[in-house]
């Protein structure tokens, strides 16, 4: 839908050529729907003085299943700002993998993890899981109720059933079991050993694509607050103080 146009600019416009701007050839309707129009058209003021959306705050988080760390972060900081936060806001990207070690056989490859095997398998099973969901608003709450649970290997299809029932738990087991599963995590390594600075330890925290020890610290220990405090646009009702009318979103 095209920007509303100021009142002075049709005004302008109706006049006539004597106050046309000679190098706008466009109606008045389209100054603001490019810069370069925009500039043509000699509508820079206007056109700054219409409401943008503001961009969303952007989190990665980079984890092992079986971290205790990431699992109190994923359970107690992340999940429940992301409740609270329309989805404008916030935009999450998890990449489990941490400080796992990969390798190429003949070919194939083969992960080792720092809390062993179950962990290698509860970060594939998450990989594989937001794979087949694709959708984050799909995919998000079955990992808080792995991470939150017994068992990242065991509960999947409990998880499932409660939060994604639409998502099938064959289809992701057999990402898990056959060749796709390695390839997803062969990527969540590349990715890993991608960030700069190069992590450290996990859970690994990067907002806005920069990671300090001060950002890390505020995200760990009060996530809600420094996501209001970077966001740019208006503020939502959870960023005030005041109670929501309801939970943000559903967890479909």
Not at 81 to 99: D, F, S
């Amino acid at each position: 839908m095209a920007p509303a146009v100021p009142l002075a600019l049709l005004v302008l416009a109706a006049l006539g050529p004597g106050l046309a701007w000679p190098a706008c050839n466009y109606p008045p309707l389209l100054w603001c729907s490019s810069w370069e129009i925009t500039v043509a058209c000699q509508a820079e003021a206007w056109c700054s003085n219409l409401s943008r959306p503001a961009a969303p705050v952007e989190l990665s988080l980079y984890y092992e299943s079986l971290c205790p760390a990431c699992r109190a972060f994923v359970v107690q900081q992340l999940f429940t700002t992301w409740l609270l936060l329309p989805a404008e806001v916030l935009n999450i990207t998890l990449v489990p993998y941490g400080n796992a070690q990969e390798t190429n056989v003949n070919g194939t490859w083969h992960f080792q993890c720092q809390h062993g095997p179950e962990e290698c398998l509860g970060n594939m099973v998450e990989a594989c899981l937001m794979h087949e969901a694709k959708d984050f608003g799909t995919y998000f709450p079955v990992i808080f109720c792995l991470e939150s649970g017994v068992s990242v290997t065991k509960d999947l299809e409990a998880c499932l059933q409660v939060y994604a029932p639409q998502v099938s738990a064959a289809r992701v087991a057999a990402c898990v079991e056959g060749e796709l599963g390695r390839q997803l995590m062969h990527r969540n390594a590349q990715l890993t050993a991608a960030l700069t600075p190069q992590h450290q330890y996990v859970p690994w925290i990067v907002v806005n694509g920069k990671h300090t020890e001060e950002l890390q610290a505020q995200a760990q220990s009060t996530l809600l607050a420094l996501v209001c405090e970077l966001y740019q646009g208006e503020k939502p009702e959870s960023c005030t103080g005041r109670a929501p009318r309801s939970v943000a979103r559903s967890m479909r």
